[in-house]
C-alpha cells in the first residue's frame, strides 16, 4: 500500500489574512466549506487576532459559526495568546485543535508579536495548558526556523530548544516554518534527518524562492509525512515586505500523487476551491498545477 502524507490546509487563515484584498465572509464561508469537502482531514479555518491587527479575519468568528464543515475533518484554529484562547473558547464547539506560534529568532519575534522568545514560551506554556484541559489537540508553529530575514542563519538547536519546550507543555505536533522561504533542500535533509521528538513533526514551507516543493521532497526523504499549504498559493508572511507565497496545496497534492503517496486529497475538488478563489480575488493566482492542469490530464 502507498504512504499516507497529512496535509493541513491553511489558506482559510495564513492564505486570507495576507492577501490584500479582504474576502468577503459569504465567500469566506463558501469557499471553506469547498475545501472541507475534497478529502482534506486538517483545516485550519482562522485565527483569534485583534481585529485592528489582523483585519481580514475579523469575521472569523461569523465563520467558524456558519461554515458547514464535515465531522471528519479536524478544524483548526491560530490563538497569539491566553486572550485569543478566551475568545476560542467562546466557540469551543466549532473546532478541534489549536495552533500557538512563535519565532526561532529574537528579532523577528519582536517585529511579529513584539515579545522576546522566552515571553513568549513562557505564555504559550500556559496556552497549551489551558488548551489541554479543554481537550484540544495542540499543534506548535516554529517560525523561521529555517532562516531569519533578519539575523541570517537559525541555529538547529535553537530551533529544536523550542520544540521541545513546546512538547514539554504539551503539544502534540511541532511545526518547522520557512516562513519567508529562505530554506534549500540540502539544508532540510539535513534538518530533519533522525528528527524524532515524540510528535508528529510538520514541515510547512513558502515557495518565495522556488523551493517549496523541492523543499517538501527533501522532507520526505528524512520521513516527514505531514505538511501545511495553502489552496492557490495564498497569502505568505506579513513580516518582512516581500515575503510572499505558501506553497500551493494543489501543487503539493498532485506531486504527492504522482510520486505514489497516498493523500485522500480529491486533486480535482481541490482545484475548483482554487479557482474560486481565484474568481473571487479577480486575479491569476500562483499555484502551478492551476496554471497547466495534473499531469493525468496531459497524459490524455
Given at each position: 500500500?502507498?504512504?499516507?502524507?497529512?496535509i493541513r490546509e491553511v489558506g482559510p487563515r495564513d492564505g486570507f489574512q495576507n492577501e490584500p484584498e479582504i474576502i468577503s465572509t459569504d465567500d469566506k464561508v463558501r469557499l471553506v466549506e469547498m475545501l472541507a469537502r475534497t478529502g482534506l482531514r486538517r483545516l485550519e479555518v482562522t485565527s483569534f487576532v485583534r481585529a485592528d491587527v489582523i483585519p481580514q479575519l475579523a469575521d472569523?468568528?461569523?465563520?467558524?459559526?456558519?461554515?458547514?464543515?464535515?465531522?471528519?475533518?479536524?478544524?483548526?484554529?491560530?490563538?497569539?495568546?491566553?486572550?485569543?484562547?478566551?475568545?476560542?473558547?467562546?466557540?469551543?464547539?466549532?473546532?478541534?485543535?489549536?495552533?500557538?506560534?512563535?519565532?526561532?529568532?529574537?528579532?523577528?519575534?519582536?517585529?511579529?508579536?513584539?515579545?522576546?522568545?522566552?515571553?513568549?514560551?513562557?505564555?504559550?506554556?500556559?496556552?497549551?495548558?489551558?488548551?489541554?484541559?479543554?481537550?484540544?489537540?495542540?499543534?506548535?508553529?516554529?517560525?523561521?526556523?529555517?532562516?531569519?530575514?533578519?539575523?541570517?542563519?537559525?541555529?538547529?538547536?535553537?530551533?529544536?530548544?523550542?520544540?521541545?519546550?513546546?512538547?514539554?507543555?504539551?503539544?502534540?505536533?511541532?511545526?518547522?516554518?520557512?516562513?519567508?522561504?529562505?530554506?534549500?533542500?540540502?539544508?532540510?535533509?539535513?534538518?530533519?534527518?533522525?528528527?524524532?521528538?515524540?510528535?508528529?513533526?510538520?514541515?510547512?514551507?513558502?515557495?518565495?524562492?522556488?523551493?517549496?516543493?523541492?523543499?517538501?521532497?527533501?522532507?520526505?526523504?528524512?520521513?516527514?509525512?505531514?505538511?501545511?499549504?495553502?489552496?492557490?498559493?495564498?497569502?505568505?508572511?506579513?513580516?518582512?515586505?516581500?515575503?510572499?507565497?505558501?506553497?500551493?496545496?494543489?501543487?503539493?497534492?498532485?506531486?504527492?500523487?504522482?510520486?505514489?503517496?497516498?493523500?485522500?486529497?480529491?486533486?480535482?475538488?481541490?482545484?475548483?476551491?482554487?479557482?474560486?478563489?481565484?474568481?473571487?480575488?479577480?486575479?491569476?493566482?500562483?499555484?502551478?498545477?492551476?496554471?497547466?492542469?495534473?499531469?493525468?490530464?496531459?497524459?490524455?
Open positions: 500500500m502507498a504512504e499516507h502524507v497529512r472569523g468568528v461569523e465563520v467558524l459559526r456558519r461554515a458547514q464543515i464535515p465531522d471528519d475533518v479536524a478544524v483548526t484554529v491560530l490563538v497569539p495568546n491566553e486572550r485569543g484562547l478566551d475568545n476560542a473558547l467562546e466557540l469551543r464547539e466549532q473546532f478541534e485543535e489549536v495552533n500557538v506560534f512563535l519565532s526561532a529568532s529574537e528579532t523577528h519575534n519582536q517585529k511579529n508579536v513584539n515579545r522576546s522568545i522566552e515571553e513568549s514560551l513562557s505564555g504559550l506554556e500556559r496556552v497549551v495548558s489551558r488548551a489541554r484541559e479543554e481537550g484540544l489537540r495542540c499543534e506548535g508553529v516554529i517560525s523561521v526556523a529555517f532562516g531569519c530575514p533578519y539575523e541570517g542563519e537559525v541555529p538547529r538547536e535553537r530551533v529544536l530548544e523550542i520544540a521541545r519546550r513546546l512538547v514539554a507543555a504539551g503539544c502534540e505536533e511541532i511545526a518547522f516554518g520557512d516562513t519567508t522561504g529562505m530554506a534549500n533542500p540540502v539544508q532540510v535533509e539535513r534538518f530533519f534527518d533522525g528528527l524524532d521528538l515524540g510528535v508528529e513533526l510538520t514541515a510547512h514551507f513558502h515557495n518565495t524562492r522556488g523551493q517549496g516543493l523541492a523543499n517538501v521532497v527533501a522532507a520526505l526523504t528524512s520521513g516527514i509525512r505531514s505538511f501545511e499549504s495553502s489552496f492557490g498559493e495564498l497569502g505568505g508572511c506579513p513580516v518582512p515586505p516581500g515575503a510572499t507565497g505558501n506553497i500551493a496545496t494543489e501543487d503539493v497534492v498532485s506531486m504527492l500523487h504522482e510520486m505514489d503517496y497516498e493523500t485522500g486529497v480529491d486533486l480535482e475538488r481541490l482545484l475548483e476551491a482554487a479557482r474560486a478563489a481565484q474568481d473571487v480575488l479577480g486575479r491569476p493566482l500562483g499555484s502551478h498545477v492551476l496554471t497547466a492542469g495534473p499531469v493525468e490530464w496531459q497524459r490524455g
